[in-house]
């Protein structure tokens, strides 16, 4: 059998996974490159086999770096099932719905296009073993990294295997557990080869009491200061958790009441989704909902889904809060807010996602003082905070703890999905303290397994 790595390898973005065994190919996940230039010029670029050959696709979670590229497979002759959680499928059409604001028909963003993917999903829960073909059969369990987040076990054969079975592991994006509104990672048992994410490969997240002590006093100075303050932010799950979060510090009185915006047309859609699937939320989540708690809405909370409701959030007086995409400020209306209050010392801007190499956010995160937005140069002079605990993505630690709990021998881990550093860094460190055999893969490498 063949696994080829055709994304994700030494980046985080752009995962495409081709698994091949005899005639039969599938995919996992079907990314688009973010970040750099020379990273999202390969969204522009054929497949690097042929999409009309591949028997289905299998989805890990809805951002666009795992889905991204799904319309422009469907394009070019991709007619076979897609398989995800039924959260992750109702997200997945929000992401690419949003995305075809900005895509055009050379990566499929038609709606021609986007309505064949809306029926080509099938959807699977976690926990049911599904038979593809006689090659393939796969599983998915809970990844806790975003509402249905999926691992996703394969079952096949392989000649070099004792018994001729074979299975393989792709972690996607592991959760940063504990998680406030989801449920816990699971454990993989037992695998012969695993692709595991590396993105904080070389980084440990601050926890849940002292990230949410940061945010308390970085909005409390803020205010004090009679500021704005500005959190880029994904739509998908990084915003459900800080809102949950305000909710909790309104609620008890932690900080004071003042007009939070939430300027995100997307995020107020994955909202209603959020709220369909209660079942995947742990059981404290749960408990709260049932007690009658709005775990997403508390006094001074806005929703600004129009244009001119955005636009008028610039007439209401400091201090306020405004959440808004894109968590990178790669595009989306943060960048209007971003242009009219980073000049001033008394805002801040508090980056709660990860900053990709290349992307204006982390341009601002590595401390540059000068940036360009609309073709305007403006001065950085807004406090900058980031808080890496809201990340949504397992940090060095919990991922080597999620590797060590599963019963060895593992043949091989292939580290995926992480810049250079942080995957050289936590390739290093499984070697020196699990003793296993570590590869990085580069792009468009095959592997015989």
């Known amino acids: ?126 926990y049911n073993k599904i038979k593809i073909s006689p090659n393939f059969s796969f599983r998915f369990l809970d990844a806790g990294h975003i509402l249905g987040s999926a691992i996703i076990e394969i079952y096949t054969f392989s000649s070099k295997s004792n018994d001729g079975k074979i299975k393989i592991v792709f972690s996607g994006d592991i959760g940063n557990i504990p998680n406030p509104l989801l449920k816990d990672t699971d454990i993989v048992k037992t695998t012969d080869y695993l692709l595991v994410e590396a993105a904080y490969g070389d980084r440990i997240h601050e926890g849940l009491k002292k990230r949410k002590d940061i945010l308390e006093d970085t909005i409390e100075e803020t205010i004090a200061q009679r500021g704005t303050i500005l959190i880029p932010s994904f739509a998908l799950e990084r915003t459900q958790e800080i809102l949950f979060e305000i909710n909790e510090l309104v609620e008890n009185s932690r900080i004071p009441r003042i007009p939070v915006f939430i300027d995100s047309p997307l995020t107020i859609d994955a909202i209603d989704v959020y709220k369909k699937y209660k079942k995947y939320f742990n059981r404290h989540t749960q408990n709260l909902i049932d007690k009658g708690d709005e775990i997403f809405y508390f006094p001074g909370i806005k929703f600004t889904k129009t244009v001119k409701e955005s636009k008028n959030i610039k007439r209401v007086p400091p201090p306020k809060m405004i959440i808004a995409g894109s968590g990178m400020s790669t595009g989306g209306r943060i960048l209007f807010h971003e242009k009219l209050y980073l000049g001033d010392h008394k805002n801040c801007l508090i980056f709660i996602c990860y900053q990709a190499e290349g992307t204006l956010g982390r341009k601002i995160l590595d401390g540059e003082k000068t940036i360009e937005i609309f073709g305007e140069t403006l001065q950085v002079r807004a406090r900058i905070v980031n808080i890496q605990g809201y990340s949504a993505h397992a940090d060095q630690k919990g991922i080597l703890r999620w590797v060590s709990s599963i019963q060895k021998p593992i043949k091989k881990i292939f580290l995926v999905q992480g810049e250079e550093k942080p995957v050289k860094t936590l390739s290093q460190i499984i070697k020196d303290n699990l003793g296993l055999e570590v590869e990085v893969p580069e792009y468009g490498q095959v592997v015989e397994i």
């Open 1 to 126: 059998m063949k696994l080829y790595f055709f994304g994700g390898t030494k980046v985080v973005s752009g995962v495409n996974y081709l698994l091949q065994q005899g005639g039969e190919k599938i995919l996992i996940d079907c990314g688009m490159f973010q970040g750099a230039p020379e990273f999202e010029e390969k969204n522009y670029k054929p497949f690097p086999y042929n999409p009309k050959e591949i028997k289905a696709l299998l989805v890990t979670h809805s951002h666009i770096d795992h889905i991204g590229l799904i319309p422009k497979l469907v394009q070019e002759g991709f007619s076979g099932p897609i398989y995800a959680t039924p959260p992750t499928i109702d997200l997945s059409l929000l992401m690419l719905k949003d995305a075809a604001q900005l895509e055009n028909w050379q990566n499929g963003y038609t709606k021609e296009n986007l309505d064949r993917v809306s029926k080509l999903f099938k959807p699977v829960d976690y």
